[in-house]
């Protein structure tokens, strides 16, 4: 008996949730693969844009491995109560397809859907890994929560914050914020309405857009939003415009910015904070090392600045 359209495409879900990793596991999955957890901060720093690119690709390639294996996976799942006995290959092929001709069709358009949706969010994973890997201080909103960062005046769509939420409570003009698209489209012009909405001094946005016109651009940048890309798309689609920005300047940007606030007076609940915040994302990252021992350096600079704090309280 055939499987209804209705049941096939809720065990779609089932199964693709079971066959798939999640956005900054094939991610992560992917910058293990090329070996960036063994670079130091400074191979970051000087190659943003190439790890960028090499991350992409391999986690494509990462992707079609899986697709393939969940495709098969449905399709045979199609034929499990199926009776092809004393048919040739060709006449079971042909029953095959004029069985299951909207559930082939289903399965076709929930793969194209996947693949459009993964993209973008493992895009804002490769820009966090590669900013994390050049010793860029940050807080994300896919660790933390969305609700967390709109909670504190970040808004929807800023994906990363650095140095952190803490330090934009404290002060949103030493705040770097970070929103990431694959491409702009439409939806560009929610940006800045959501950049108005922070208080922030300005936003970077980061994108592999090939096509950004020169309005849009305009536009952008009078709202106080860098556009920020590759340099190999910098150099090929947008040469001599100083208004775009390659991942390897957003890098230093964001170092001197965090070198801003060493030395910095933090009270002891805004410390505390800080490393809570911080912990909330080392939950998420047990089972990923690079990032793990990131965030515990930064914990360490808080409870050494705690520490020394209660000295000084004590003495006096």
């Not at 939950?283 to 930064?298: A, G, M, Y």
């Amino acid at each position: 008996m055939s499987i209804r359209i209705e049941d096939f495409q809720k065990q779609i879900k089932v199964e693709r949730d079971i066959f798939f990793k999640s956005s900054f596991e094939r991610a992560y999955q992917a910058f293990c693969e090329l070996k960036y957890d063994e670079k130091e901060a400074e191979f970051f720093q000087k190659n943003a844009s190439e790890i960028v690119n090499s991350m992409r690709a391999q986690c494509w390639a990462d992707f079609l491995v899986e697709e393939k294996a969940f495709t098969s996976h449905m399709l045979e799942y199609l034929i499990e109560n199926e009776n092809y006995n004393g048919l040739s290959n060709i006449d079971s092929i042909k029953k095959y397809v004029k069985e299951f001709p909207d559930h082939i069709y289903q399965l076709c358009l929930s793969n194209t859907q996947s693949r459009r949706s993964r993209a973008g969010k493992e895009f804002e994973h490769i820009i966090e890994l590669v900013l994390i890997g050049a010793g860029v201080p940050l807080d994300s909103q896919g660790n933390i929560g969305k609700d967390y960062f709109v909670e504190k005046g970040l808004g929807k769509l800023v994906d990363t914050v650095s140095p952190g939420v803490i330090e934009f409570e404290i002060n949103k003009r030493n705040s770097v914020l970070i929103s990431a698209k694959t491409t702009l489209r439409e939806r560009w012009q929610e940006v800045p309405e959501e950049m108005g909405r922070t208080g922030a001094r300005e936003m970077f946005l980061a994108t592999l857009d090939e096509k950004v016109s020169a309005d849009v651009l305009n536009t952008l940048y009078e709202a106080n939003i860098q556009l920020t890309t590759t340099s190999f798309n910098k150099e090929i689609n947008f040469k001599n415009n100083n208004r775009v920005l390659s991942f390897e300047e957003l890098i230093k940007i964001c170092l001197d910015n965090a070198a801003k606030w060493k030395g910095f007076e933090y009270s002891v609940s805004q410390a505390n904070q800080a490393i809570e915040t911080i912990n909330k994302q080392i939950i998420r990252h047990d089972d990923h090392v690079f990032v793990k021992e990131s965030l515990k350096k930064r914990i360490a600079l808080y409870s050494i600045f705690i520490a020394a704090k209660k000295e000084n309280d004590r003495k006096d």
